[in-house]
């Protein structure tokens, strides 16, 4: 027993030199970079056997031989590895497998992420439009004035570039169909306005005669109107418009308002029709300098398409709603229903609102004739005006816009809808047009990035499959 405390103070001192030279190793090798690895090279095998790790290592050595201060002190010098400073040590070969996280990304379904990434584009989108809506809104006159001047060069440059070939300078050939389109539409807005005033006589002894004719019909009706309800509802709309004397004023003085800004819209549409159809083509250069460099070979492609787009939807509507006018106009004098002409004016007008201007009319035609002539000559007035709009429908339009400016009635009903919200009577106009040069626009384009794809195309490698 008294052995005991000696052998036990030179095991301590064993261990001691060994921690000692471990500490020395391991910073040796966390200087040099080259870790030790476990039963490595760097790991001399103790008599215990070979490769220990660490301690385990150090301790079977120590107990190899069994004997105090044999060869334990060289023996387990084996480490399982450096470490690093502040590195985690790798688990045991025991501990059970742990799978790692997938990446949050690869979590969410393919769906998701789709409709997300399409998400935030579509919102960016909106936040664009929505911007251009407002500064729109704030220069509504100008955009109009000048979206009016592209539809009337759209008509008029033609017969300017018929001019130019025939001879005449291009000023000058400007200045002749200017003129004499902007005097035609003056005669024909005159000829309205005359109309509608030498005849507002007849019309309001015709509007009284067919009040009163109304008001029989209802009181020998099926639906057992009274005369006394009669004059209650008449008597109603008198006090509403007594009452209402100031808000009919203010709206008086708001329809000075619209006239000076008719004026200036009028004379905007004017000056930037002259330069439009001098310069169109220096403007349209101008333009595509504002345009990328990557991106110019394809809008310079698509412009002239959308202008011919432009041009032979304006010829073919005109051409349309002149032969509406005429038909139908000669329909209603036929009937002798009055304010014929003006009425085929405003029918001819209004057939520049797709749809919805064919309806419009057409049932202001129908209104006049039932009032002025009863209810047999309103008839008649409907099935002719039918008649015109589905021969308009299924032949005229087809045979003279073509393919190329077709539109899906759906989207025309939208399309005016929306223009009328934006900008009224005006946005209505433009937004058909607008609709159908984007359509031949996009499609260009399309078919321009395909050819660029095979053009650029290694050899070899699948084509992309052409756009639809």
Do not use: C
Not at 66 to 72: C, K, L, Y
Request: hydrophobic content about 50%.
């Amino acid at each position: 027993m008294s052995k005991v405390p000696g052998w036990l103070g030179r095991l301590g001192a064993g261990l001691t030199r060994m921690g000692r030279l471990l500490e020395e190793r391991r910073r040796a090798e966390s200087e040099s970079g080259e870790p030790g690895e476990p039963g490595g090279p760097g790991v001399p095998a103790g008599p215990g056997g070979p490769g220990f790790p660490g301690a385990a290592g150090a301790a079977a050595g120590a107990g190899g031989t069994g004997a105090p201060g044999g060869s334990g002190e060289s023996n387990g010098s084996g480490e399982n590895g450096a470490q690093a400073p502040g590195s985690v040590p790798a688990p045991p070969a025991y501990a059970p497998a742990v799978a790692a996280r997938p990446d949050p990304v690869d979590a969410i379904p393919w769906g998701i992420r789709v409709a997300a990434e399409a998400g935030w584009r579509l919102l960016v989108l909106a936040g664009a439009l929505w911007v251009l809506m407002k500064a729109i809104s704030n220069v509504q006159l100008v955009v109009l004035a000048f979206v009016a001047a592209l539809l009337i060069t759209a008509l008029l440059q033609p017969t300017v570039a018929r001019l130019t070939r025939w001879g005449l300078p291009r000023g000058l050939a400007t200045a002749v169909t200017a003129i004499t389109g902007f005097v035609i539409m003056g005669l024909v807005g005159w000829f309205v306005v005359w109309q509608v005033l030498d005849n507002l006589g007849d019309i309001s002894d015709r509007l009284r005669d067919g009040i009163d004719e109304l008001k029989r019909w209802l009181l020998n009706s099926p639906f057992h109107v009274t005369e006394q309800q009669i004059n209650d509802i008449a008597k109603n709309l008198s006090d509403t418009i007594g009452t209402n004397t100031e808000e009919i004023t203010t709206a008086g003085l708001q329809g000075v308002t619209v006239l000076v800004e008719v004026i200036t819209g009028i004379l905007l549409t004017m000056f930037s029709t002259l330069f439009l159809l001098y310069d169109g083509k220096k403007v349209w250069s101008w333009v595509l300098k504002l345009v990328p460099a990557q991106a110019r070979p394809g809008v310079a492609g698509a412009g002239p398409r959308a202008w011919r787009t432009l041009t032979a939807y304006v010829r073919g509507t005109l051409i349309v709603a002149l032969i509406d006018a005429v038909f139908i106009g000669l329909g209603i004098y036929f009937l002798d229903v009055p304010l014929a002409v003006p009425l085929g004016v405003l029918i001819f007008l209004f057939a520049f609102i797709p749809l919805v201007g064919a309806v419009i009319s057409g049932a202001l035609a129908v209104i006049v004739g039932l009032v002025t002539q009863g209810v047999f000559t309103a008839l008649m007035v409907l099935v002719v005006v039918l008649a015109v709009q589905q021969i308009e429908g299924h032949v005229l339009q087809p045979f003279i816009l073509g393919r190329a400016v077709r539109v899906h009635p759906l989207a025309v009903v939208l399309t005016v809808a929306a223009g009328g919200l934006i900008a009224g009577i005006g946005g209505a106009v433009v937004a058909v047009p607008l609709v159908a040069v984007t359509n031949t626009v996009v499609g260009y384009l399309r078919a321009f990035s395909y050819e660029q794809a095979l053009r650029h195309a290694p050899p070899g490698e699948p084509q992309v499959a052409p756009p639809v």
